[in-house]
């Protein structure tokens, strides 16, 4: 998701609410992001080990 447009056009509009729930989002998509490459990384570290 592009969030510098989602917020541009929230700008426009004046919805409040609607920002403070974009920042929410995209907070929770970065820890979903940084958890998601922990687990890739895991995956391939057992992976190596079983050869």
Excluded: F, G
Excluded at 14 to 36: G, P, S
Excluded at 41 to 49: A, C, E, G, P, T
């Amino acid at each position: 998701m592009n969030w510098n447009s989602a917020r541009e056009h929230c700008k426009e509009k004046n919805w409040k609410w609607t920002m403070d729930l974009i920042n929410k989002c995209q907070k929770e998509m970065e820890a979903l992001e940084a958890e998601n490459v922990k687990l890739k990384r895991q995956l391939v570290l057992r992976s190596q080990l079983k050869k």
